[in-house]
């Protein structure tokens, strides 16, 4: 970053100005698109998910997976989905020998 001088201060604001500007409408332009794709059909969701629609069908009637229904119409949130997909989560091996270390630790001070 060179130094400014006093002179060139107006013209150095005007710059950062005129960028912000361009950061703005570059972040109002996205915003649309980046809602818009945190929405998906049935097709979009099993697409995600690597189900296939049928499957995804029966997750939702036996209320597996979170949804949203309008009509006859199924909505899902990606960001939903994916943290489903995350509480499903199975711990490895390693993670339960060290908490069942823990735990026996945890009951021998007592």
Known sequence: MENLTFDQLPRAVSLLHEQMGRI??????QRPQQEAAAILNIHEAAALL??????????????????SKRGKRL???????????????????????????????????K
């Open 24 to 29: 703005e409408r570059l972040l109002l332009e």
């Open 75 to 109: 909505y899902f949130h990606r960001g939903e989905l994916e943290e489903w997909v995350r509480q499903g989560r199975k711990k490895t091996v390693s993670e339960i020998r060290e908490e069942a270390v823990q735990l026996a630790a945890g009951k021998k001070k």
């Open 50 to 67: 690597h189900l296939s629609v049928a499957t995804l069908y029966t997750k939702v009637s036996c209320r597996e997976v979170p949804f």
